[in-house]
């Protein structure tokens, strides 16, 4: 049981049906819940791409891409996380991230054939995750918190 509410006049983003809200209260958070979520997926894939920067041939060897290419990677999903931070070009970021998202799953489900979990918690489980959450940023442009000019 929940109280019906239209989220068309608070959100200014166009036109929603009605939603089934349980607790219409918290909506009043959703910026604070896109910028914290904009802040975990930076971090994770921040923390990558330093990682892919600070050593680029341990890394291309576990990843099996070229140094060169391994580099590139790092600084996409550096210059990407900063996006998400700032929100400088936040929807741009998260599809980028999106799309590398999709390029990790298909190169674990297509070519390292893990499964859903993999082996010792390697599969795509994790990465299927951070697809959502960058899915959800470009769809909703991310929240009203952003840096401004």
Known sequence: ????????PRSGR????PVNVSFPELLRFSDLALLLLRLVVAIEFGASGYYHLKDPVG???SIELSPAATVA??????LASVALV?????QIGALILLLLGLGAMGKKILQWKTGFWG????????DLMLFAMN?????????QLVLRS
Request: charged content about 10%; overall charge positive.
């Open 1 to 8: 049981m929940g109280f019906w509410s239209s989220l068309q």
């Open 14 to 17: 166009g036109s929603c049906s």
């Open 59 to 61: 890394r291309s060897k």
């Open 73 to 78: 990677l790092g600084l996409v999903e550096v």
């Open 86 to 90: 700032s929100g400088v070009f936040l």
């Open 119 to 126: 082996k010792d918690g390697y599969g795509w489980h994790y």
């Open 135 to 143: 899915l959800v940023v470009v769809s909703t442009g991310g929240g």
